[in-house]
């Protein structure tokens, strides 16, 4: 498609190409027989290449089936005989370009593009077959690209975006467009561009050789229409027929200009004000609006008029656009109710272009209506401040403060002090005359500012309460003594010489005088005369301590005390007397300290540090022992039994039903219980233990065995009585095993409701135990209960 739009020159071109490499060829024949004929003359000349020439030249874009023949290589020492061979290297050689190398022509086998390759450098050299070794020096040659109309004009950048003023005149530069043409501006009309505009008309044009847009409009107002499309065509071939063209799209945003005043949309404003508002408080705003943005819309206003220039103020929100109103002075409806205000409202930025669509300025009238208010009291001042010496007696009236209502009513005011505000409850003030006075001593080293809050209320409408800031300051009395300040204990090294300084003692008073502290300092009159230490006073409230003599040690005297008069220079002259503590130390070379306790003299040269652990480990050794011993005499004189969770060996034999416990014949004749009678021949004992018993009761209720042919027993029994001795012998002993030879049935045991029901572990109780709740247990229980219930008989147990 491309070759179509080609013009008829570009088509003839490789023709004449191809005639001019004929005519080359022709000419290398010429040269290589006058060669030979010179030669055989036996002249003696250089041996030259047959190169036709340096360079060749072939169209871009070729799109033929065939490969395209591009030019000829010949060398003069070819014969025609075939037998130089022709090799081709450099950019493309094989891939690209190839070469007969027979013949040397030379041939592109790929299409061509200028845009992406200009040129080749190729290396060409002539070999001979037979011997395989070249004939002569290689030799370079350049193979051009001719360019052909085959890119359209490009804008790199677009679409574009540009900003002009409203209003700009004709002829008013907009932007300058750029199109780039990747064809050959050296070679025809394919790169030579002409710019046009395709839409944007009547408004904008471009120039066609430069690309410069400008206004072709005048009077573009912003406010009607901001954004402006165009369309630049930009077409080579000088704009011919059959050129290639691009297009590009430019946004064009008028910029604003003051080119439109201010209007206020009323020409009167009504506000109103409470009388109680602050000073700084905004009553309003108004605006003059304007049909322009930004700068040129930003206003300044003023009061250029009336009653209230000197009560209110005007200023611009930080918007620049609207107009604040606040108070400038406290309003009281009893004095004025209302005001007028002429305010002007101007743009800050002008357009001297525009002046003539002026006055840039508007002007309205506000009314401001002051509305009235039932107001707190007033204090004479807006605060106090009061000066009080600390040596003022209880009951000196310092200050009297005032208020007063400002209505119109001026009710009767009521005084008070704010309890938060003197929580010591230093002052007190009248509640009628409100006259200030003080209740306590006052101490200024204690608190030098009292800061209280007055209270004034009005008599008629308790809510309405004024109040005031009241700053006491306590003026100082010298009545503090000076003391030191830290130093209360010093050292001084054995090696001290005399006149040594070993202390820089300073003082401190709480006192806070006018021309500021000045201390005096000397040794007490008990210690001036002392032979160890003195006293220099250094004239800039510090003192030195000096030694009078050396040779000081720790065994002769370890600790002395130095008394240190001080007094300040204040009427009436205060005093005090500090102790300094002066300890003898030894010290190294540098004076610093290394002990200061005299007690390390006195250990025994002799006693090395492994005879205080062998001390110390005989000690440790003999406490161990007496540990052991303690431990063992506590566990001999252990009981057998000592908890009631031990594991206890019992010799019970339980029964499921409810005899007598035939099958234990060990224990004792059982038939001593069935016949009283024969209870003396109860003397068969058990061969393995002894019958040792406990019991679960120490009383056991009289009561008949209901068997056919049994003998109730009575209170006189001997069973009971042998049962009875037994369990008191038991019940005596508390480290007899705890062997019981009674039979248990119906036994609970431990986890049950009843706990266990053994007399087990229960020897070394002394009291009697209370088994009446087993009444409360229910008909199971009832056998135990009638057993070990408690026997309600006035004669004395028997034993």
Known sequence: ?????????????????????????????????????????????????????????????????????????????????????????????????????????IHAIKRLDREVKAQYLLKAQAWNRQTDRPLEPESEFIVKIQDINDNEPRFQDGPYQATIPEMSTIGTEVIRLTATDADDPTYGNSARVVYSILQGQPYFSVEPKTGEVRVSLAGMDREVREIYSIIIQAKDMGGQLGGLAGTTVVNITLSDVNDNPPMFDQKLYQMSVLESAPVGSVVGRIRAKDRDIGINAEMRYSIIDGDGRDTFDISTDPTNLFGIITIKKPLN??????????????????????????????????????????????????????????????????????????????????????????????????????????????????????????????MNNPSMIGSVSVAVKILDVNDNPPSLTHYFEAFVCESAKAGQLIQTVTAIDPDDPLGGQHFYYSLAPEAANNPNFTLRDNQDNTAWILTRRGGWSQQD????????????????????????????????????????????????????????????????????????????????????????????????????????????????????????????????????????????????????????????????????????????????????????????????????????????????????????????WGPRFKKLAEMYGVLETNNPPMW
Request: with cysteine; glycine share 8%; net charge negative.
């Open 1 to 105: 498609n491309k070759i179509g739009k080609m013009p008829v020159y570009t088509l003839l071109l490789p023709l004449a190409l191809a005639l001019l490499t004929l005519l080359c060829e022709a000419q290398g024949r010429m040269d290589r027989a006058r060669s030979q004929e010179e030669s055989r003359a036996g002249l003696l000349r250089r041996v030259k290449r047959g190169w036709v020439w340096n360079q060749f030249f072939v169209l871009e874009e070729y799109t033929g089936l065939e490969p395209l023949y591009i030019g000829k290589l010949h060398s003069d020492m070819d014969l025609g005989d075939g037998s130089i061979k022709y090799i081709l290297s450099g950019d493309g050689a094989g891939t690209t370009f190839t070469i007969d190398d027979s013949t040397g022509d």
């Open 333 to 458: 409806f009893e004095s004025k109710a209302s005001y007028t205000l002429k305010i002007e409202g101007a743009n800050t930025h002008l357009d001297h272009r525009f002046l003539d669509k002026g006055p840039f300025s508007h002007v309205t009238i506000v009314h401001v209506s002051v509305e009235d208010i039932d107001e707190p009291p007033e204090f004479s001042s807006a605060a106090y401040y009061i000066e009080v010496s600390e040596e003022a007696e209880i009951g000196t009236v310092f200050k009297t403060v005032s208020a007063r209502d400002p209505d119109a009513s001026n009710n009767s005011i009521r005084y008070s002090i704010e309890m938060t505000t003197d929580l010591g409850k230093y002052f007190y003030i009248d509640i009628t005359s409100g006259a200030l006075m003080t209740v306590l001593a006052l101490d200024r080293e204690e608190l030098s500012w009292h800061n209280i809050t007055v209270l004034a209320m009005e």
């Open 557 to 776: 005297q370890s600790v002395y005390y130095l008394p240190i008069f001080i007094s300040d220079g204040e009427l009436p002259v205060q005093t005090s007397t500090s102790t300094l503590t002066i300890r003898v130390c030894s010290c190294d070379v540098e004076g610093n300290v290394m002990s200061c306790n005299a007690e390390a003299y006195h250990l025994p040269a002799s006693l090395s540090r492994g005879a205080l652990i062998a001390i110390l480990a005989c000690i440790f050794v003999m406490l161990v022992m007496i540990l052991l011993m303690l431990s063992l005499r506590s566990h001999r004189k252990k009981p057998y039994l000592h908890d009631e969770e031990d594991n206890v060996h019992e010799n019970i034999v339980r029964y499921d039903d409810e005899g007598g416990g035939e099958e234990d014949t060990e224990a004792f004749d059982i038939a001593a219980m069935w016949n009283p009678h024969e209870a003396h021949l109860v003397g068969k004992q058990r061969q393995d233990m002894l019958p040792e018993i406990e019991s679960l009761s120490r009383y056991v209720p009289l009561a008949c065995v209901g068997w056919p042919g049994s003998v109730c027993v009575g209170g006189d029994s001997n069973v009971q009585g042998y049962v009875l001795s037994k369990l008191l012998e038991a019940d005596l002993d508390p480290c007899a095993p705890p062997y019981d030879s009674l039979q248990t049935y119906a036994y609970e045991g431990e986890g049950s409701v009843a706990e266990s029901l053994s007399s087990l572990q229960s020897g070394c109780s002394n009291t009697d135990h209370e088994y009446d709740y087993l009444n409360d």
